[in-house]
């Protein structure tokens, strides 16, 4: 769970940063008891990345074996098969 605190409170952003990343702790920072911005490590910022880049890497794969699979085929095949890699992509979830 993150912690709040208020930007008046961080005086020195330079230790309060090395805290995060040490001690891998996530604060949400709020002016006025209005929510700013999450501050979070590097090393969980990359974790929450990792699914989108998984993804798109995934995406793009199915992408180059539709255009391998549809080189001289007809529309019709061409449809169908892109049906199929979008069943795989929801499949994959």
Do not use: H
Request: net charge negative; proline share 2%; charged share 40%.
């Amino acid at each position: 769970m993150a912690s709040s605190v208020d930007l008046a409170q961080i005086s020195d952003w330079k230790e309060f940063l090395k805290k995060v990343k040490e001690e891998e702790q996530e604060y949400i920072v709020k002016e006025g008891g209005e929510p700013l911005a999450a501050i979070i490590s590097l090393a969980s910022y990359e974790l929450l990345r990792q699914p989108k880049k998984d993804a798109r890497q995934e995406l793009l794969g199915i992408i180059e074996r539709v255009q391998d699979r549809t080189r001289g085929e007809n529309v019709d095949e061409i449809e169908s098969l892109i049906e199929e890699a979008i069943r795989e992509s929801r499949t994959a979830r």
